[in-house]
């Protein structure tokens, strides 16, 4: 693919996450950048947020065990912007009997999973889900 077409893709991501935001979080303010934050705390400061990646400013941490889901939110995040998406990582609270998501990835809803366990387990587990033996 050559840079325009990425560029464009890239733009027409920003541009769902958007629309999605303005319609299920219309009064929630995303940043950018963690120099945008209003309320800094402890737990706030070494947090990077990568390009292409904006955080709800609700999930700014106030404790060890929200920095440390935003950490490992903020790295996957990064991957995914490093691969051409627009990432959005949206606040904890959930709408009622509706489940709550990680992120809004290129305008759809995702939710992040941890995986565990050995690679040569996931390997094979991965290999047999995919056909190959």
């Given amino acids: ?19 999605y935001i303005q319609k299920h979080y219309p009064n929630e303010k995303f940043i950018s950048d ?39 939110e903020l ?6 912007a490093k691969l051409g998406n627009s990432v959005c990582l949206t606040p904890e609270y959930g709408i009622y009997k509706i489940r709550a998501t990680d992120a809004i990835i290129n305008g759809v809803p995702y939710e992040f999973r941890n995986i565990t366990g050995k690679s040569r387990q996931l390997e094979w587990e991965n290999n047999l889900f995919l056909g190959y033996r």
Avoid: D, F, W
């Fill in 1 to 19: 693919m050559n840079n325009n077409l990425l560029l464009q893709c890239l733009a027409k991501s920003i541009a769902a996450n958007e629309t």
């Fill in 34 to 72: 963690m120099s945008q934050i209003k309320h800094k705390n402890k737990y706030s400061k070494g947090l990077v947020i990568p390009e292409n990646v904006k955080v709800a400013e609700t999930r700014i941490p106030i404790n060890s065990v929200q920095r440390s889901i935003l950490r490992k």
């Fill in 75 to 80: 790295l996957q995040a990064k991957i995914l």
